[in-house]
């Protein structure tokens, strides 16, 4: 009885163990489909200015022969929370991947605290922040993520370093390491234009107000992207859980039935074997 006990105290707590991961799996369904519409729209921002920003370089080459120094800061986007697989050991290789890859030196700006906790401090590692865990947090990661950058790429050692973005891609299903400034790295635009655009603006000042509303809104995209990319990877781990518990479940529950036969049997040989006692004492 107290095998057959301790089997159905295992069962109770599987049960609740799924019921949690369960309510795992829904909350990260959740997040993904609020994701989508921001990311969407994002996406679509983007590329517009994207293709605004191809437009006026092909017209002003002076700021596409600039010398490109080819030292990097890169921000790494991973996660907040867990339970989401290898999510930040993928960005942590990879991270490491490309340390020993590139020549010149690539400083790092790391976003989430687990993979923060994963890297741990390093010397290529120049700040670490707090990301996102539901999307009506990114705008406030992305205050502070663009507020940190402008600070870094206003002093002097990091005077002429690109920046760049390594993160899990939504779309791609993969990770992406994207070129994000200088805008001089955008591919020429499909369409070629008979005559420049008119401005009334300085070229320089235009193209530093475009810069800004460009790292805004593709930091913006990739911190949506990342999230959403989390966010599925959760729900596939919660599945793969799920799958797992409810084996053990089944497994468990065929031993608790083995063990409540064998008691059952147990009891009615006990039955028999005092019936066929009872019926000698009377014969005898």
Not at 18 to 47: C, D, H, P, W, Y
Not at 79 to 105: I, V, Y
Not at 128 to 150: F, H, N, S
Not at 224 to 253: G, I, T, V
């Amino acid at each position: 009885m107290s095998r057959r006990r301790e089997i159905a105290r295992r069962l109770e707590a599987l049960s609740d163990i799924g019921g949690i991961l369960s309510a795992m799996k829904g909350l990260a369904l959740m997040e993904t489909r609020i994701l989508g519409n921001f990311l969407v729209s994002q996406q679509r921002m983007v590329a517009g200015i994207e293709t605004a920003a191809a437009d006026f370089l092909a017209w002003h080459a002076e700021f596409s022969s600039e010398p490109v120094a080819g030292r990097e800061l890169c921000v790494l986007v991973g996660s907040e929370q867990g339970f989401c697989g290898d999510f930040n050991e993928a960005l942590l290789a990879r991270m490491e991947a490309l340390c020993e890859e590139k020549e010149a030196p690539v400083r790092w700006l790391v976003v989430g605290s687990r993979l923060a906790a994963r890297i741990g401090e390093r010397d290529c590692v120049a700040l670490a922040l707090p990301g996102a865990i539901v999307a009506d947090e990114v705008p406030a990661v992305l205050l502070r993520l663009t507020r940190e950058l402008g600070g870094l790429l206003a002093r002097e050692v990091y005077a002429g370093y690109g920046l760049s973005a390594l993160s899990h891609c939504d779309a791609s299903g993969d990770m992406r390491m994207r070129h994000l400034l200088p805008l001089r790295d955008l591919p020429a635009p499909e369409r070629a234009y008979a005559y420049p655009a008119e401005m009334n603006l300085h070229p320089i000042e235009f193209l530093r107000g475009l810069t800004g509303h460009y790292l805004h809104a593709v930091l913006n995209e990739v911190l949506y992207s990342s999230l959403m990319a989390e966010n599925r990877q959760r729900q596939a781990h919660m599945d793969r859980a799920l799958q797992r518990l409810d084996e053990d479940s089944e497994r468990l529950r065929l031993r608790y039935n083995c063990q409540r036969q064998e008691e059952i049997t147990e009891e009615i040989e006990l039955i028999l074997l005092s019936a066929d006692m009872l019926s000698e004492a009377e014969h005898g």
